[in-house]
């Protein structure tokens, strides 16, 4: 689809109106995408994060996502979105489906037209990548979504092939 595209690259240096982060419940900060997306919005995105409303704890709970001013980023938004962990679900396909599609929707509530998307769950939650790939891909497919821009940063030639070969294989 001429709307999805992928990339080996740095997602903290897209330029696009939201840029999707692969949080923790927490929304402050981590390892993986959201360690490089904290430091690299800087001290700004920490402060917006603080903002949003605790819950139980949480700010953003499994499946779903919130959005945030954007900081140092080339970015309007950062939408922080929490993924699975792979083996703690039942069922982690409809959890970072929902993940995906709450990102998604708050992209269009906020009228974006470029997402810069990360492979969600796919670090330490350990979300198995061509799983993880089909699944994002199937939620980006929807018609809902068609007038999005939706490029996924992916980290290494490796990971670059698993989605690529999803991609290929779903149109």
């Known amino acids: 689809m001429q709307n999805i595209l992928l990339i080996n690259g740095d997602i903290t240096k897209a330029r ?23 430091r690299a919005a800087g001290p700004e995105l920490l402060k917006a994060c603080y903002e949003v409303k605790e819950v139980d704890g949480k700010r ?7 959005i945030t001013s954007a900081g140092n980023l080339n970015a309007r938004y950062v939408i922080h979105t929490v993924g699975p962990i792979y083996d703690k679900f039942a069922h982690p396909e409809a959890v970072l489906a929902s993940a995906y599609k709450q990102s998604l929707d708050l ?3 906020h009228d974006c037209k470029t997402v810069a998307l990360p492979a ?52």
């Not at 109106?17 to 360690?35: K, P, Q, S, Y």
């Not at 953003?60 to 919130?66: H, I, K, L, M, Q």
């Open 16 to 38: 696009v109106d939201a840029i999707v982060n692969a949080a923790n419940t927490r929304m402050l900060g981590g390892g993986g995408v959201d360690g490089a997306i904290h």
């Open 60 to 66: 953003c709970p499994f499946g779903d996502a919130r």
């Open 107 to 109: 992209a269009l509530e």
């Open 120 to 171: 969600i769950s796919c670090g330490v939650y350990g979300y198995p990548p061509a799983e993880a790939a089909q699944v994002a891909l199937a939620v980006c497919r929807h018609d809902k979504y068609q007038s999005l821009i939706m490029t996924f940063y992916l980290f290494g030639d490796e990971m670059l092939a698993i989605w690529q070969s999803a991609l290929n294989n779903g149109e």
